[in-house]
């Protein structure tokens, strides 16, 4: 259209002011520097050209530079091509107010209002986008430390357990070579089947396998203990209480904590396990008479077994302050409709 015009600019003049407004939007798409407020400004001055040699709606050709300027990354740059655009009106309607209509003029106000106004808004919209972007990355490696947590937990709870147990199993087997021979190989192959029961619990943790059956935990933690010469008992006096899946896995995997660190820390002779329902709550605590908790502060057992606790609205606490044995009490709230009649 602007080519075939009769304008008073030459039919090369038009070529040219045309290439040259091509050429600045292609140079200010693919910059966001001083090198994008270069190619607007002179973007503004063609369009300015235009306007006043072809048509003065010409101007609406500056919504395309307003907007890439939106996307600078400095603001001076940004309020540097307000004021192109601003001066690109003015220039405009001073050489062409002569010849405007009343309509035109009416137009022309708002027009100029909304390409200023346009910078801005983009310039926010894309800060937006950006905060979004980086908010979508922290998550991202919030989750990613979380499952990296998980697995560490994980790693602890299971393959720690089936450690100390081949570890147990490997004392007892050291202590028999002399005293008792006969009973080595029977030792030496519990040995082997733990090993096993290790690997498959990695193939577990590969396959993301996680619930964990609470009955059979009791069971194997008792045969665990009982093989470490500490008399165990179990009193379930909740057997009708069924728990979601997530409740019984985190308390099998707490009472398997528990477990390993009475074998590592406690010395004790006698284990006591108690399962009862008392005021809407789910309690389970496991008593020993061994030398209690010795040690400062909170290990990396203990916080795993009060953020599992903590996960399903319940809590874990530890009475272990005098030498009269260790306390553990798991308790989480019994779901509507499982509390058993009174």
Not at 177 to 184: C, G, L
Not at 226 to 251: G, H, Y
Request: hydrophobic share 45%; glycine share 6%.
């Amino acid at each position: 259209m602007v080519l075939w015009s009769n304008s008073e600019l030459p039919f090369l003049a038009k070529i040219a002011v045309l290439g040259l407004y091509l050429g600045a939007f292609y140079f200010a798409l693919w910059h966001q520097d001083w090198k994008l407020l270069l190619a607007s400004l002179v973007g503004f001055v063609v369009i300015s050209i235009l306007g006043i040699y072809e048509d003065i709606f010409m101007l609406i050709f500056g919504f395309t530079f307003a907007d890439l300027l939106g996307r600078a990354k400095s603001k001076w740059h940004i309020a540097s091509g307000m004021l192109g655009i601003a001066v690109m009106f003015l220039i405009v309607i001073r050489m062409t107010k002569d010849s405007l209509f009343p309509i035109e003029s009416q137009v022309l106000a708002p027009m100029m209002i909304i390409q200023l106004v346009f910078p801005v808004l983009i310039y926010y919209v894309e800060k937006s986008k950006n905060l979004q972007s980086e908010l979508a990355d922290v998550n991202t490696q919030l989750v990613q430390q979380e499952e990296r947590q998980r697995i560490a937990r994980d790693l602890h709870d299971t393959i720690g357990h089936t450690l100390t147990m081949i570890k147990v199993k490997t004392e007892l087997t050291t202590k028999l070579i002399d005293r008792d021979p006969t009973s080595v190989k029977q030792e030496l192959n519990d040995i082997l089947a733990t090993t096993r029961t290790a690997l498959k619990q990695v193939r577990e943790l590969v396959s993301d396998m996680n619930f964990v059956s609470l009955h059979t935990e009791l069971l194997h933690c008792q045969q665990l203990l009982q093989s470490a010469n500490i008399t165990t008992t179990i009193n379930n006096q909740c057997p009708k209480i069924v728990l979601s899946s997530v409740e019984e896995t985190m308390l099998a995997l707490c009472v398997r904590e528990a477990t390993t660190n009475m074998l590592k820390h406690s010395k004790a002779k006698n284990c006591h396990i108690t399962i009862q329902c008392q005021n809407g709550q789910y309690r389970l605590t496991i008593k020993d008479d061994g030398i209690g908790i010795q040690q400062k502060g909170l290990g990396n057992g203990i916080n795993s077994m009060k953020e599992r606790m903590y996960a399903l609205q319940g809590d874990a606490m530890f009475d272990g302050n005098t030498p009269t044995g260790t306390r553990v009490l798991f308790s989480i709230p019994i779901q509507d409709g499982k509390e058993p009649p009174t």
